[in-house]
């Protein structure tokens, strides 16, 4: 049988009071929960998309996806609001769901109408991350992580947009004149 020294049993007491005193004010701060915006509560009560029987098989593959993202989506906020991930983790999973619901559709119109939701969720989440920041409640970083998707959705909404007005073609000169 192992016996523990005093000496050994008080250092491990320690630590264990250094981590916790360490780790308080994370801790508290998490507790504290950021609130969230309406939109973005509106993005994770989303149904799943129904898969069909005579989807074609990509279609069902970009559904799957949609669907493990969004309840992944559900999962990592319900282990935010228990302290048990950090922000930047729902940020990533927001990015990936925002991406295979783009994915789930073809004609540049749908896609700019979804861009556009999506670019309507992170303006409202970063008026929101901002006035957290100052309270001490989120990090710069976070708030920049969330500038940077939310500019890279706006380059994709103008080059969707874009696509949608192509130049008529001009008439080539034929080789017989």
């Given amino acids: 049988m192992r016996t523990t ?16 005193t360490w780790s308080q004010p994370y801790l508290e701060a998490q507790q504290r929960e950021l609130k969230f915006s309406p939109k973005v509560l509106e993005v994770l009560n989303m149904p799943l998309v129904e898969l069909k029987p005579d989807d074609p098989p990509l279609l069902r593959l970009k559904k ?3 669907n493990a993202a969004l309840s992944e989506a559900k999962a990592r906020f319900d282990l935010y609001k228990r302290g048990l991930t950090k922000l930047p983790d729902l940020i990533d999973v927001g990015e990936r769901l925002f991406g295979a619901e783009v994915d789930l559709y073809d004609t540049p119109q749908e896609k700019a109408r979804v861009i556009q939701r999506h670019l309507d969720v992170y303006n409202e989440a970063e008026a929101n991350l901002e006035k957290q920041v100052k309270e001490g409640l989120a990090t710069r970083a976070d708030l920049e992580r969330l500038r940077y ?15 949608q007005v192509q130049p008529a073609p001009t008439p080539a000169a034929s080789p017989a004149q």
């Avoid at 020294?5 to 916790?20: E, Y």
Wanted: charged content about 25%.
């Fill in 5 to 20: 020294d005093t000496k050994q049993g008080w250092s491990c007491a320690l630590a264990v009071l250094v981590w916790l």
């Fill in 149 to 163: 998707n939310k500019a890279s959705l706006e380059i994709e909404l103008y080059n969707v947009r874009n696509s």
């Fill in 64 to 66: 799957e996806r949609f």
